[in-house]
């Protein structure tokens, strides 16, 4: 059984790894982890992780936050309370749906429960660890390389089920040098950069909203939190902690094309520039061809991703619209990008 585990966990391995399919359909079901509830054994444990890997984020605080992960509006019935042999104990939240470990917790047994009052899967966890003097809109690297340790390794942030312990055992996800696990963003994310200095990388949209995965309803990016999800190139060493994530909300104003993108002399490209708000899917396919993904969100927002190659001098260059549209169905915004470094790798000749 151990040995057939291992070769299920190599090949969803290689699944994420390929380019998106085209023309995909998702499909979202119940989850199987239950996720409700964490012990106070793995709240400590990710505090223990916070201390030893600190030197990611020195100056960052630790806290947890709790998320609605299905049907938003649920998020005002999230109310959290220690199951103690007294009684329920309330938790209070700030108004992030963040709470610290209160030092009176040490003295419950390590295994109390500390769960929502919503069930079903309906709510996931992450630790939620920030340094101070950060803009809104984004968040320091170095902070979500922590957050990361923190979470997945001290199992907050993933449920407690055979294939998130053998997944644990297989590899070290947040240390990988293109993908990281799950991270959701504050508000919903229509774009992802990477800024160090004069460095700049806005990330595919391969690593948005699960496009990538192949992994099922088990994943936190399901449902509501689908439009908040990312990803990075976490281990990727040439980009130091300090670096900047900036986030492009969906509804932040649509940033203007690269001059470079602009300049190309291809009709696909020009088609793609000239595309403007208000249009339809079928418009936009008509001429642009059909869409590589096409992503439905719980919101009613509809994400469309589309592909291409195209000559140039100096070699090919691959490139992906991305295309965001109302729950009309009308075109919101465009960003045509270049595919580039080992998380956006090029299409195949």
């Not at 990803?231 to 940033?255: C, H, K, N, Q, Y």
């Amino acid at each position: 059984m151990r040995g057939a585990a291992v070769l299920l966990v190599l090949a969803c391995t290689g699944a994420w790894a390929a380019d998106a399919q085209l023309g995909r359909v998702e499909v979202q079901g119940e989850a199987a982890i239950a996720r409700e509830k964490k012990t106070l054994a793995q709240l400590f444990k990710a505090e223990a992780l916070f201390q030893k890997y600190r030197a990611l984020a020195p100056d960052a605080a630790l806290t947890f936050r709790v998320y609605a992960r299905k049907q938003a509006e649920a998020a005002q019935s999230l109310e959290l309370g220690l199951k103690t042999p007294g009684g329920r104990q309330p938790v209070v939240l700030d108004a992030q749906e963040r709470f610290v470990i209160d030092p009176a917790w040490r003295r419950l047994d390590p295994a109390t429960e500390l769960r929502s009052r919503l069930a079903d899967g309906r709510v996931t966890w992450r630790p939620d660890i920030r340094t101070p003097g950060v803009a809104d809109g984004e968040r320091r690297l170095g902070d979500l390389r922590l957050q990361c340790r923190v979470g997945f390794g001290s199992g907050v942030a993933r449920g407690s089920s055979w294939f998130g312990g053998l997944l644990s055992f297989s590899f070290d996800d947040c240390w990988d040098a293109d993908w990281s696990p799950s991270n959701f963003a504050d508000r919903p994310v229509f774009a992802v950069t990477l800024v160090h200095g004069e460095r700049r990388l806005t990330l595919s949209a391969r690593l948005l909203h699960g496009l990538r995965d192949d992994g099922g309803p088990d994943y936190d990016w399901g449902y509501s939190l689908r439009e908040r999800m990312f990803r990075l190139p976490i281990g990727d060493a040439s980009w130091p902690d300090d670096t900047r994530v900036v986030f492009e909300a969906m509804d932040d104003p649509p940033a203007p094309p690269k001059a470079r993108l602009r300049a190309l002399r291809d009709d696909w490209v020009q088609a793609a520039l000239a595309l403007a708000p208000g249009m339809r899917p079928a418009e936009v396919a008509e001429r642009l061809g059909a869409a590589s993904d096409d992503l439905r969100f719980e919101s009613g927002r509809r994400l469309q991703r589309h592909l291409r190659e195209v000559t140039r001098p100096g070699g090919a260059l691959a490139l992906e619209l991305v295309s965001l549209f109302d729950a009309d169905d009308r075109l919101l915004k465009t960003a045509l990008r270049p595919l580039a470094g080992p998380a956006q790798r090029p299409l195949p000749p």
